[in-house]
């Protein structure tokens, strides 16, 4: 069983930042990426950001490019969201994903995290 553990949520001002963070743990299993989507409430999941594996190349949705910076670790198999100048639009619960689909930058989930709250005050 594989298990993805998000942290990092919590209640900041608009203008601020967090840092997101998940952990794979569990059973050894293949990943071709690791990424964050997110759903905000009355609204659908939506891509977030992206970060391949093997060699840290990453892809962002127009909404947080320039803001959002996802990164790896892969000795503590994690992955972090870091994310400065948060917007109110921004608030979200914020989902770690795993694929091993190569579609680019991601299409179709293996794993899911329970998820984290994000939320941000104007």
């Known amino acids: 069983q594989v298990q993805l553990v998000e942290s990092g949520g919590g209640l900041v001002q608009a203008g601020g930042s967090l840092r997101l963070s998940c952990a794979a743990n569990?059973?050894?299993?293949?990943?071709?990426?690791m990424g964050w989507f997110r759903q905000a409430p009355g609204k659908e999941r939506e891509y977030v950001a992206v970060?391949?594996?093997?060699?840290?190349?990453?892809s962002y949705a127009d909404s947080v490019k320039g803001r959002f910076t996802i990164s790896k670790d892969n000795a503590k198999n994690t992955v972090y969201l870091q994310m400065n100048s948060l917007k109110p639009e921004d608030t979200a619960v914020y989902y770690c994903?795993?694929?091993?689909?190569?579609?680019?930058?991601?299409?179709?989930?293996?794993?899911w995290g329970k998820g984290t709250l994000v939320t941000v005050s104007s």
């Open positions: 994903a795993v694929t091993d689909d190569s579609s680019w930058p991601i299409r179709q989930v293996d794993y």
């Open positions: 569990g059973r050894t299993f293949s990943r071709y990426a």
């Open positions: 970060i391949r594996w093997s060699d840290g190349m990453s």
